[in-house]
């Protein structure tokens, strides 16, 4: 038999403030993606200063879009941060391969993408219940 799992009700605060993170996730995903999708010579050059062939900007923008529509639908938000974790994790790697401080700034979208969800959404406070 299944243990009784009845997470707190989230505040109104909390539930807001995990919107205003996921949303702006989102955000920085959907533009991101765009980009690569628009192509053009700053990407093309952003990709071979990255050691990446530029042919693959249209697939990861294309991910990168699909990560951020299913983050942002609430029934498959936790299925849209672990992809998001893992877009977030290449980034990582390919920064961190090149010595590059940037890296940063994907490891702060991810823990983001976690928060933002934590915050509004009771099944993930459920298995992962923080405490005082």
Same mark, same amino acid.
């Given at each position: 038999m299944a243990p009784d799992i009845h997470p707190a009700s989230v505040s109104k605060s909390a539930l807001w403030a995990g919107r205003i993170l996921s949303a702006l996730i989102v955000l920085a995903l959907v533009m991101s993606g765009s980009g690569k999708l628009a192509? #053009?010579?700053?990407?093309?050059?952003?990709?071979?200063?990255?050691?990446?062939?530029?042919?693959? *900007? @249209?697939? $990861? +923008?294309?991910?990168?879009?699909?990560?951020?529509?299913?983050?942002?639908?609430?029934?498959?938000?936790?299925?849209?941060?672990?992809?998001?974790?893992?877009?977030? #994790?290449?980034?990582?790697?390919?920064?961190?391969?090149?010595?590059?401080?940037?890296?940063?700034? *994907? @490891?702060? $979208? +991810?823990?983001?993408?976690?928060l933002g969800l934590y915050l509004r959404d009771n099944r993930l406070r459920a298995l992962v219940p923080l405490r005082s």
């Amino acid at each position: 038999m299944a243990p009784d799992i009845h997470p707190a009700s989230v505040s109104k605060s909390a539930l807001w403030a995990g919107r205003i993170l996921s949303a702006l996730i989102v955000l920085a995903l959907v533009m991101s993606g765009s980009g690569k999708l628009a192509g #053009g010579p700053d990407v093309v050059k952003g990709f071979q200063d990255l050691g990446w062939d530029p042919s693959y *900007a @249209l697939g $990861l +923008g294309i991910l990168e879009i699909a990560c951020a529509v299913i983050y942002a639908i609430p029934r498959t938000a936790v299925l849209g941060a672990i992809l998001v974790t893992g877009y977030f #994790g290449g980034a990582i790697a390919t920064h961190v391969r090149l010595g590059q401080p940037l890296f940063i700034a *994907a @490891l702060t $979208l +991810g823990v983001i993408a976690w928060l933002g969800l934590y915050l509004r959404d009771n099944r993930l406070r459920a298995l992962v219940p923080l405490r005082s």
